[in-house]
């Protein structure tokens, strides 16, 4: 049975809008538009998309670092409060040495969320900055430096011992490998997928790189210009994709395998994000599209078992 | 794996207080400064103590006598005031107004402006609104505007200073704190359940304060300049009461028969704000972390070539490049950073090579080392040959280099954003590529600019020539880098990751693109990338590179399938592969070497299960491990039955 | 383009109602009776109260503001009661004078800034870097009011080639040539600040350019050192400089004010500092509004420049 501990209904977030001074409506700008979802506990629920497709703005509303312009988030069935900013759910970020406050030493860094999310006492605090660093693979003496004295992949590990210090058990790790070389890359995701298991954790794993998703996540949604396209059981996903977008993904992701990628003949533009379609976003680029595809948008339907996707014409359809 | 250099300096070191001190003092400029302003302000100090004239006793017996008179050192003005002691009074008076008026704009302004960048939203608007309008008015007209109003008198025009000085406080600082309210350790602060108070205390104030500081070091020259020229104007101090300003002012009326009188304040005004502009600047080298390390050096028009050996191989004759022995190093004052490290490859014609490598590797500052395109200072050529058919890249001038780039070797490069200059159209720059090497009419070139973006497949290739390159997408821009790339139809085109910044839809077509182009015109192509599934689509054979050496080369689906550096395997049991569902991955565990710090042996020794003293001991040479294959290990994995 | 100029144009009558409303501020803000201080120590009681129903200021202060914009939106600045003429006729005669001090010297501290930033960025830590590093640094350390009097010290006492003081020579002078002998002192003095800030500015706006991966990209292309400098640096350096000369050009308008004092240059600064010591309020007024109007026009061109030099500027 699974309990879900985070559901997110209808989520929109938009930029702009409003009226200028002489009442000239300003153009608005939606970087996600209703996007529900479910976290289940215990899963890693990963998120894939190019660039502007919606999911850091997603990944922000779901910690709270950024208010939804509509749409309702519970966790654990309660309403989202925003005076729990880091309790209940904590964020990893693309940028591991950004994410750092450049005048602060790592034990300040982590420190912090003790003291203000914990109110731990100071040897209290001492012992579980220890244990942190020691679960996320660091020596104790790194405590009193400088993030700047971090290679990325360190500072990635000193980011997800701050996630971990509150105990919240909801993680949002917005690209956290994207930044990484590969060989550090593996480390960090090793080191998550220890972590998970160690601590009960649930993740949403936010990335563009097909294949480091399919290696982390139980299921996959995938976005495109602020929807979800696509979503189901990663293997599903992967093995039988019903979105066209999806298949052009899979297609284009160079493997070291030596299959050939496949292109697509459109050129791959997104469109006018100040007029956007009044259907399919994709449409332009897809090679199946035909004349309602491009009247009328079509929902996030159900295609099968756990899985869903919004076309009219979504390919494998027979199983 | 973005810019040229590769190990730039950290882009953000806080300084500790103590190295800031100490970079101030080794500039020898803004030592003297900080040992003039020292003195000055000494002196200022302890004036009431030293046995001088009292500097409002008037003597109209000994008006005027010249410097050097008999118990007038600086001589006597108009009333017969000694100026020795009026002009250390007077400094006294110009040095505390100055600072003070520093220190209240400064006060102000900053709290503005951090108010306004943190709180951002209409409050921000309407605060700058208002700021705008203050900075609307030339300075002095507010000040004089504001001394109207207050009417004249040394503290109403320290006010005026300070207040027609607050707008340009609060600009700074609020762009300074914008910068760091949308960096995102301010969210992570947030998600540690600070308040907002508090993050503003201990996360955003601590990164503003250097800018404030070099705010005030830059401006409180000025303001003594602009307090001096109130009271010049006679709008500042009153009579008796004399700071130099008005010193200066009422000499001004005896410069025919007494100069002296009017230089004397001038010069010692003068004397101050110059220490305080050397100081000042030397300052904002230390703190700004922009300016550290001669970051602003400006680079010449070819690396600094400094060989030492000269490689040893003699080329390949069918190859058009080969490169043999290359040696590129970053030199940062004592230290020595070994980016690439004795390189030898070669590129037979139309053939397809990648380099692949991570970030530090070397991969991307070999790629422009063949051109000497590394920005110098700090990078150096320090050996080996880089030889197009025979003829050694490195032996040439500048003229003579230029006549090869772009024309025999071009290059693509990784973010076309920036690596196109953003105020010419496209076309423009095509067409610049195009008349560099070939005498062509403008309106010839231009039409070959069209063809080139036909070529490339650009929609409407006629009216995107006219667009600048921020109106096209990444994916078009790059291929206006790829066409201009091919402008001159070069033999050898070196592509620096060029698909790195594009989305995985994007690339592949620009690969696709990339291909067929290559053979079709029969192009060699070196490519770099840190992708191993890039370097399976597009390239025949692969050179791996680790810590500035390549350790392994061959046929591309040998090495990948089979290869022999255990770097090479380790490397490839990393990658990802889409199709083998959720997995772990064989990491590799440790960091590089740091290129300042390269070990004698083989510098994967330390990350490496199978390595013994044999790989310690020395250098490791590259070994033929089967046809075509070569790889730098001492017991490799593969080729060796 | 026309669209941006009309854009910025409407987005001017904001600020100028703003800089109106500090302006009618300052004689709102004088301690004491206005009229009082208009008229000076030797006001009848009688003159004073006619004055301020003259001035409507029995009013209520946003009436008053009110009045006092139409009156100016007509031309009517009121009258100098230390010159007894039409303020405006003073303000528009005195501007003159310094249009022609403050134009020469943006003009040449524009083109010797850019030129010396140009030299010293192109020979960075050469011997042409130092030297115009140095004088740069002398230039915006010298007090320009001292300059000025070494200046004359020089070159009208000692080497008697120029004239000291003045617009025209008293006797026999007026024409063009005249003007331009009178005019090369303070405008060299008046440019020395300018020029050395336009000149840091350049410099490390070229420094900072020549860096940038497209400067590398012009290089791989195989353009020459030439075209790299003057053509693509020089460029792109200029969006960040043109802004700057027009942020000079107020700099260049406030030493005006003293410049004009040490060369008795029958300016509008001078004009200024003479109405404040004789609190003729009206005359500092319709000065301060007048040159601030004329600046913010200037930026409007800075701004216009800046947009054709940057396809990227919005408005």
Redesign the interface.
Known sequence: MTTAVLEAEELTKAFGGGRSLLGAPKPVIHAVQDVSLTLNEGETFGVVGESGCGKSTLARMLVGLSTPTRGTIRIAGKPFDRHLLGATAQYVFQDPVSSLNPRHTVRRILEAPLIHLKRLGRDARAARINYLMDAVGLRPDFLERYPHEFSGGQAQRIGIARALAAEARIIVLDEPVSALDVSVQAQILNLLADLKARFGLTYLFISHDLAVVEAVADRVAVMYFGRIVEEAPADRLFAHPHHPYTRLLLDSAPAITGKRIDAGEQPAELPDPLAPPPGCAFAERCPHARADCRARRPPLAPMGPYHSAACLYPLNATD | MTSAAGIAPPAEAPPPARSAWRLILRNRLAAAGLVVLASIILLALVTPLLPLHPPNATAPANRLLPPFSDGHLLGTDHLGRDILARLMWGTRLSLAVGISATFIAALIGSVIGILAGYTGGRTDNTMMRGIDMLMAFPYILLALAIVAVLGPGLFNALIAVAIVNIPFFARNIRGATVGIVHREFIDAARLSGKGRLRILAADVLPNVLPVIVITMSTTVGWMILETAGLSFLGLGSQPPQADLGSMLGEGRRLLMNAPHVSYLPGLVIFLIVMSINLLGDGVRDALDPRLRAGALARPAPMTAIDRTDMGTDVAPVDAPLSVDHLTTQFRLGSDTHHAVNEVSLSLGRGECLGVIGESGSGKSVTALSLAALVASPPGVIAGGRVLLHGSDLLSKSARELRKVRGRDVAYIFQDPLSTLHPQFTVGDQLVEAIRAHRHMSRAAAWAEAVRLLDLVRIPNPRGRARAYPHELSGGMRQRVGIAMALANAPEIIVADEPTTALDVTVQAQVLDLMDELRRDRDTAVLFITHDFGVVTQICDRVAVMYAGRIVETGPTRQVLEDPAHPYTRKLIDCVPVLGSGRRRFDAISGLPPAANRLPRGCAFAERCELADAACRAGPIAMHEIAAGRQARCVRPLAGTS | MTAYVFKRLVALIP?LL??SI??FA?MA???GDPALAILGAYATPENVARLNRQLGLDQPLPLQYLTWLGNILTGDFGRSYSLNRPVIDEVLERFQATLVLAGAALVLCTLWGVLAGIVA??R??GWADRIVTFIV??G????S??LG??L??LFA?ELRWLPASGMYSVYGGGDLPDLLRHLVLPAVTLSAVAAGVIARLTR?A???V????????????????R??VYR?AL??AM?SVVPVIGVQ???V???A??IE??FQWPGI?RM??N???T?D?LL?QGG?LV??AS??LF?LCADVVQHL????VQA
């Open positions: 600020v703003g800089l500090i302006v300052i803000l004088i301690p960025a192109v960075q830590y640094l002398v915006i350390s010298i007090p009011f001292w009097l070494l004359i010290l006492v490390s070229m420094l900072e020549l860096r940038q991966d497209f400067i590398r990209t012009a290089r791989a292309k195989g353009v020459g050192e075209g790299v693509h460029k792109a969006v050009a107020g700099f308008l406030s030493g004010v003293y004092t040490v600064g200024l500092v109405a404040i010591s609190r309020i500092v301060v040159v601030a600046y913010v930026n030099l940057d396809p990227r």
